[in-house]
């Protein structure tokens, strides 16, 4: 069983607040991810990191920044939710030495913004 | 055009079927193709890879790869209620993965 927590695991706010959303992991991965999920459709990349102080964005556009200041805390803060933030964000990890790139996932964060 | 197509389903089949989940991919270079099961509510696990091309089982499940059409499968014979979920195909290796959209799989008593 993958060591990779997410909270809150589900929560609804108002158009305007601050929110983060916490990850961490007990593996001592170097990298990790943050995927948004709706449904049907992919995953999408919207921030990564390969380690403390690095941190790059994914893909798909995003509003939301992302903070590594510890190898095992990748926290994603949106500083204004709106609607359109209503997702699921997924959280993973992965070894830098696996050659198959394999990721874990923690259970997901499901944000509905009122 | 995206890295890896895949149709979302839902595909529904009665306990004991033989299932066929496809994918294709446009990056030549991936060399490594991963599939993920993700159970309502939960993120996604790691089911099986495959690296290149050919075959590789592991029980009830087959994953398959064709580099030449660009195609990716996973087979799972004796269908179970309990393998349904979505499952989504991945490339792997050295570079950022890339999802499909998932098939979500229901398996009916």
């Known amino acids: 069983e993958a060591d990779i927590y997410q909270t809150p695991r589900y929560l609804v706010i108002g158009t305007g607040k601050k929110i983060t959303l916490e990850c961490s992991q007990t593996m001592g991965h170097d990298k990790m991810y943050w995927y948004q999920q709706d449904p049907g459709m992919e995953l999408h990349l919207i921030h990564y990191s390969y380690g403390v102080n690095s941190t790059e964005k994914g893909d798909l556009s995003s509003e939301s920044t992302v903070s590594r200041i510890r190898t095992e805390h990748f926290p994603l803060t949106l500083e204004s939710a709106r609607p359109s933030h209503t997702s699921q964000y997924l959280c993973a990890s992965s070894h830098p030495d696996s050659p198959t790139g394999e990721l874990f996932f923690g259970e997901g964060s499901r944000l509905t913004v009122l | ?109």
């Open chain 2, 1 to 109: 055009q995206k890295e890896v197509e895949q149709d979302p389903g839902p595909l529904s089949v009665p306990e004991g079927a033989i299932v066929s989940l496809n994918c294709t991919y446009s990056n030549s270079a991936f060399q490594y193709f991963m599939w993920y099961r993700q159970y309502s509510r939960k993120g996604p696990e790691l089911l099986m890879y495959t690296y290149s091309s050919g075959n590789k089982e592991d029980g009830r499940f087959t994953a398959q790869v064709d580099k030449s059409s660009k195609y990716i499968s996973l087979f799972i014979r004796d269908s179970q209620p309990s393998d349904s979920a979505t499952y989504l195909c991945a490339s792997g290796g050295s570079y950022i993965p890339t999802f499909g959209r998932g098939t979500s799989l229901i398996v009916h008593p």
